[in-house]
């Protein structure tokens, strides 16, 4: 029996070997090496000078910094729940269809998503100019005249975030329809014997046995939302690009224009505190929820 366990442990540190190799190459030590960047006064490229915490009471006093912050979280607010809300909202109106249709409809939502960033930039950039883009047909009526919205801050990040979760829900919405097909049609039989209306039915059956699939797609939106950099640097250009500076972009910034690796490497070191923090506490918060 001792000899038996012997060679499952065997087994089970060579088939996970691998991995940890890989792993600890491509991020526990490029992360560390992070971390100690984050204590120097350096290039992006060349060797820096130590000078322990200065760059973070440099951060903590930083201006733009807690703007990035707030335009990031200010994005995934827009983006994490009604992203979310959206995707499964689709995924329930497509479970309803079948054949040949069902598979054209997926496919419409799930374009965008393999679309890349700079093609997107250039639907909206089209859809959304002042002068002839269709969206302004929609804007006009509602704000009273035209919104040139990547020059106006307040309309930034709305539709910054309108675009992303056009953009990105096709995985979202994938997720979800798997889960909606592996609930057991037996129970949508007995709720519709019973007399069970569609809310009911959602409240009770699909909506309980679907939770697990939300934590996911909550979570993977959350870590993504929160490392948001493509859309607003590409659409902020020319513009006001401290109003509407976010993390990423101003680890960009800070490093690839500025040559100030050091300081990039700092406010990098706060972005992935907060990507665990939040992710942890929001999978936490999650579980217990689906847990009562």
């Not at 960033?117 to 250039?122: D, E, H, K």
């Not at 919405?173 to 069970?196: K, Q, V």
């Not at 224009?257 to 942890?280: E, R």
Request: some cysteine.
């Amino acid at each position: 029996m001792l000899k038996n366990r012997r060679s499952e442990h065997l087994v089970a540190a060579v088939l996970v070997a691998p991995f940890i190799l890989v792993f600890g190459w491509m991020f526990i030590f490029p992360t560390l090496q992070m971390i100690e960047i984050s204590f120097t006064k350096a290039p992006l490229i060349g060797e820096g000078v130590w000078i322990g915490l200065d760059n973070y009471a440099r951060m903590f006093s930083d201006r733009i910094f807690y703007t990035a912050v707030w335009n990031t979280s200010y994005f995934v607010l827009l983006t994490v729940i009604p992203g979310t809300a959206v995707a499964l909202t689709i995924a329930l109106m497509v479970s309803r269809l079948s054949g040949w249709f069902q598979s054209l409809v997926l496919a419409a939502f799930f374009l965008p998503f393999v679309l890349p960033v700079t093609v997107v930039y250039l639907i909206w950039d089209w859809m959304l100019n002042l002068q002839f883009g269709i969206a302004q047909f929609i804007i006009e009526p509602l704000a009273g005249k035209r919104i040139n919205v990547w020059r106006t801050p307040a309309w930034f990040m709305p539709m910054a975030a309108l675009l992303t979760i056009w953009w990105t829900n096709g995985f979202s919405i994938l997720l979800f329809l798997a889960g909606l097909r592996n609930i057991p049609r037996e129970l949508y039989e007995a709720a519709a014997l019973d007399g069970g209306t569609r809310w009911q039915v959602f409240k009770d059956i699909t909506w309980p046995l679907i939770w697990p699939i939300t934590v996911l797609c909550l979570t993977i939106q959350l870590i993504l939302q929160l490392k948001i950099f493509d859309q607003v640097y590409l659409f902020a250009q020319g513009g006001r690009t401290q109003a509407t500076m976010v993390l990423v972009q101003y680890i960009f910034e800070q490093a690839f224009q500025k040559n100030a690796g050091g300081y990039a490497a700092t406010i990098a070191v706060a972005l992935f505190v907060i990507v665990v923090a939040f992710s942890i506490l929001q999978y936490q918060v999650l579980r217990i929820r689906g847990a009562k």
